[in-house]
């Protein structure tokens, strides 16, 4: 039986996933991603400094990851010294966007899988939010509409939480986390500018100032983001690990993992990260070398040449190609299929025993759980090793806001060489992103970005291989073939961002 | 013209999308009467967009999030928040747009890829599709972000789809219905909100260039703190320094938006605040052509100008 689970809703984006069940199983699913715009080609032949504004606006979710991976990229290609103030500013950026990021995923993308919303009408407190959305629901319910609730009713058909107090508890979180998402967003913005799309990052630091004020006001909205994270998003992940402790074991990609690093710790280029970087094949950790990425795109829609490295890559659309079933190319490194996100990041540094507090809240969750640092690689571990990024990242945020030294320069002096080239990798929060910039009498003459979502809802490759999202679903065992709550849980682990894996 | 009336239901289900605690009390008392049954429902599509419009959305300091998804909420779809998926989540979509469920009004984001209709699709339905078909059942339409008014960075030259926005699309096809546009790239939250305020108290706003008169009448540069630094002549000459940006490519003369008397994420600051050059992301050309860059650096360091 073939069934078709897009449009996928709480991602980004149009994703289908074309499945195929026998006995109550997948046995197949290929990944879909349904919007193509052609950024690299608008790119093409514009000036170098437009790079950084342009490609924000591949992910509204995720535009400071683009900003930083640009800079990084032209800071390569310039040859910049870039001031520790700059530098630092990048980092609070952009470890803000982090933390927004995995609130809005866990609860305004992902609880809904797990949690009953129809338990408020038994909720007999006092709190006020509450009585209001159980008044809502309530009236919506007596209502005669077509469709009463919306958008938290109709849903899948599954199990969700049984625990009364759980799921009334973790609904009051998914109105808070909207409140504390905006101000992880607001501390981003004060040396961002706005968010979403920051004016003020480019290749060489920023253009805010250095300011006192400006430290203490960031410090304050990413402490309480902080707290949040500890007293409450952390708690709700190990519940829903409670309620469904076989996700431990469901979900799991077949392919290695690639981190590119996270936050540098100096304004050096090349130097260590809070989260390091490297590829994980089984127990063994090698270092990344980006020629050794190539995409292949003979599932993909592109007539374009398959197989390409990243400093060579074409873009010609086919929207018609034979056998094609995708706009998002099939990334591969060494050939292998790689799973990127929150838990290649966890799970990279650990392998190197880098950062000692990923190693200890790793051990201690594992113990806690019953689970091997291994079973990461599930729906469970995915939304875990997002807390553990962000507690790791709140942490280094409040430290490192420390570091900036009022009155100091903020920005290097940019200067455009007539010819260069130059890559920047980051982690944006749904995984490793290589940003590829070639200057040709001082204009862009290649762009090429690789997306964590090109990665993980890659189709097949020209040898056959499916993407990690897809082999992780997969030999999925579901209940209703129709609603597959099991494939769409999977899926969700991931955070897929379509308009970033295709872009 | 569309009657007041169709402007109030119009107003109160995009307040439902957002809530109103915190509005003037004769506003909210205005809302209260519209009582939620009989508030129309707001079907919100995402076409070639980055979402960041939706994101922006959701930082808009008041109301809050709770009211946006409770007392006026009808938003009967948005992909990003909706329980349901798939072929039910599509169902639900379909039966508003067959007119099957009731009026509603539809909020866009995203560009429409004219000339590649496959670059977009939701479910089995290219986006153009559903368009056209929502055209002929929905009460108005809002344009929201660059996308969706004039095409955005998708129609940035080396267009390869055929990129334009909902109004252009619209009336290739003859079609003529209401499209206010609410530009930027991403929208600021109180642009799209405040339009719904005004919607409901007074009814249909002043439009410019079928945009909000309100925010979008002067530009950057007329309300700009800096515009007496510009009169003076002090100009900032690199990135980071303090004083006026034109020389370094600001925009800010040649966009229509109220940034520097709004400011951005609550109040936090604003581009121009932080040192960074305006990039014109409200202007109808944002990002249009290649050899009109953001900034003026790389010409100064190597180009005659
Ligand atoms: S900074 Fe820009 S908007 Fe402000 S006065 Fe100067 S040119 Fe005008
Ligand atoms: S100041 Fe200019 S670039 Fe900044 S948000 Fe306003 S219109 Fe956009």
């Known amino acids: ?503 | 013209m569309v009657d007041r009336r169709t402007f109030l239901k119009l107003a109160a289900s995009l307040c439902t999308t957002f809530g109103v605690g915190s509005l003037p009390a004769p506003v909210l008392a205005a809302l209260k009467k519209i009582t939620p049954g009989a508030v129309p429902k707001l079907i919100y599509l995402q076409g070639m967009s980055c979402t960041g419009c939706s994101i922006s959305l959701l930082q808009a300091d008041s109301p809050s999030p709770l009211s946006l998804i409770t007392d006026y909420s009808q938003l009967a779809f948005h992909a990003d928040l909706s329980a349901i998926s798939g072929k039910k989540a599509l169902n639900l979509l379909e039966k508003y747009i067959n007119g099957d469920a009731g009026e509603y009004f539809l909020a866009v984001e995203g560009a429409i890829p004219e000339k590649m209709p496959e670059a977009c699709v939701i479910g089995n339905k290219t986006f153009a599709e559903h368009l056209e078909a929502a055209a002929k059942t929905m009460s108005g339409a809002i344009a929201i972000g660059a996308c969706a008014c004039d095409g955005g960075i998708p129609a940035a030259e080396g267009n390869l789809t055929g990129a334009i926005g909902l109004k252009d699309f619209y009336e290739k096809r003859g079609i003529n219905k209401l499209v206010i546009n609410i530009r930027g790239c991403s929208v600021h939250p109180d642009w799209v909100w405040h339009t719904i305020i005004h919607l409901v108290k007074i009814g249909v706003p002043e439009l410019i260039n079928d945009a909000p008169a309100l925010f979008f009448s002067r530009k950057v540069h007329e309300l700009c703190p800096r515009y007496h630094d510009f009169q003076q002549e002090i100009f900032a000459k690199k990135l980071g320094e303090k004083g006026c940006l034109f020389k370094l490519g600001c925009l800010g003369p040649d966009t229509h938006a109220d940034c520097p008397t709004r400011w951005w994420n609550g109040g936090q600051t604003w581009c121009i605040d932080s040192n960074a050059p305006c990039i014109g992301c409200a202007s109808p050309t944002f990002a249009r052509k290649k050899d009109f860059p953001f900034y003026r650096i790389s010409e100064q360091g190597h180009q005659p100008v």
């Not at chain 1, 107090?165 to 992880?184: T, V």
């Not at chain 1, 250095?210 to 952390?234: P, T």
């Not at chain 1, 040449?305 to 018609?320: C, E, F, I, M, N």
């Not at chain 1, 996100?341 to 950062?355: I, K, M, S, T």
């Open chain 1, 1 to 503: 039986m073939k069934i078709d689970l897009g449009p996928v809703t709480r991602i980004e984006g149009h994703l289908n996933v074309k499945t195929t069940i026998e006995n109550q199983k997948v046995v197949d699913a290929r990944c879909v991603g349904e919007m193509f715009r052609g950024f690299e080609v608008i790119l093409k032949g514009r000036d170098p400094l437009d790079a950084q504004q342009i490609t924000q606006r591949i992910c509204g979710v995720c535009p400071y990851a683009h900003a930083i991976a640009s800079s990084y990229a032209q800071e390569n290609a310039y040859k910049l010294e870039v001031p520790a103030n700059g530098r630092i500013m990048h980092n609070l950026i952009q470890g803000a966007n982090h933390l927004y990021d995995y609130l809005l995923h866990f609860y305004q993308l992902s609880a809904l899988d797990f949690v009953d919303v129809t338990a408020i009408l038994q909720y007999t407190g006092k709190d006020a939010d509450l009585l209001k959305v159980k008044g809502w629901v309530q009236y919506e319910l007596a209502s005669k509409k077509t469709f009463p609730a919306a958008p938290f009713l109709p849903r899948l058909n599954g199990d969700y939480i049984k625990d009364k107090d759980l799921n009334i508890g973790a609904l009051k979180h998914y109105i808070e986390a909207m409140e504390l998402q905006k101000k992880a967003n607001r501390a981003a913005a004060i040396f961002g500018g706005k968010f979403p799309h920051s004016t003020a990052i480019f290749p060489g630091g920023c253009t805010q100032e250095a300011r006192l004020d400006h430290i203490i006001n960031y410090q304050s909205l990413i402490g309480e983001v902080r707290e949040f994270i500890h007293n409450k998003y952390l708690p709700d992940i190990l519940a829903v690990a409670e309620g469904f402790p076989e996700y431990w074991h469901i979900g799991a990609s077949k392919g290695g993992f690639i981190s590119y690093g996270l936050l540098p710790m100096s304004s050096e280029r090349d130097s260590q990260r809070l989260l390091t970087g490297g590829i994980l094949q089984g127990d063994s950790i090698s270092p990344i070398d980006f020629g050794s990425i190539t995409q292949d795109v003979g599932y993909a829609r592109y007539s374009s040449p398959s197989g390409l490295k990243v400093s060579d890559s074409t873009l010609t659309p086919a929207p018609h190609k034979e056998g094609a079933y995708t706009w998002t190319k099939a990334p591969r490194y060494d050939g292998n299929v790689m799973e990127v996100g929150p838990a290649a990041r966890v799970l990279v540094d650990y392998h190197q025993g880098h950062n000692q507090q990923v190693k200890s809240l790793v051990n201690s969750f594992a113990t806690k759980v019953g689970i091997e640092a291994a079973d990461l690689n599930s729906v469970l571990g995915r939304h875990l090793s997002r807390a553990i990024n962000a507690v790791v990242i709140a942490d280094f945020l409040l430290a490192e806001s420390d570091r900036l030294t009022p009155g100091e320069r903020t920005m290097a002096d940019l200067s455009i060489p007539k010819e260069a080239e130059g890559y920047g990798a980051t982690e944006a929060s749904r995984g490793a992103l290589l940003h590829y910039i070639r200057i040709k009498d001082y204009k862009i003459d290649n762009y090429e970005c690789v997306v964590p979502t090109t990665w993980n809802a890659s189709p097949r490759d020209d040898r056959g291989q499916p993407g990690a999202m897809e082999s992780a679903l997969i030999g999925t065992k579901i209940s209703d073939p129709e609603d597959q709550i099991e494939s769409v849980r999977i899926i969700h682990s991931f955070d897929p961002c379509i308009a970033c894996s295709v872009h």
